[in-house]
């Protein structure tokens, strides 16, 4: 799975840990899910979505589709 997350924190001048707090979660959280590393559950994708005011869709993909 892959997504815009470091993306659409960049636009708001957010960094992982600022990122992290805002969600409840630890930065290195973060960094494991913008890497690739780690697939977000379905909870934490629903309240990243909500806090960058987007659909999951737009945020989340398969490795297949374009960003």
Do not use: C, H
């Amino acid at each position: 799975m892959k997504n815009r997350l470091k993306v659409l924190r960049a636009e708001r001048d957010w960094s992982q840990a600022d990122l992290a707090e805002k969600l409840g979660v630890s930065r290195q959280t973060i960094n494991a899910i913008e890497t690739g590393k780690y697939d977000a559950s379905l909870e934490l994708a629903f309240q990243i979505a909500w806090l960058f005011e987007k659909r999951i869709e737009d945020i989340f993909f398969p490795e297949g589709r374009p960003a």
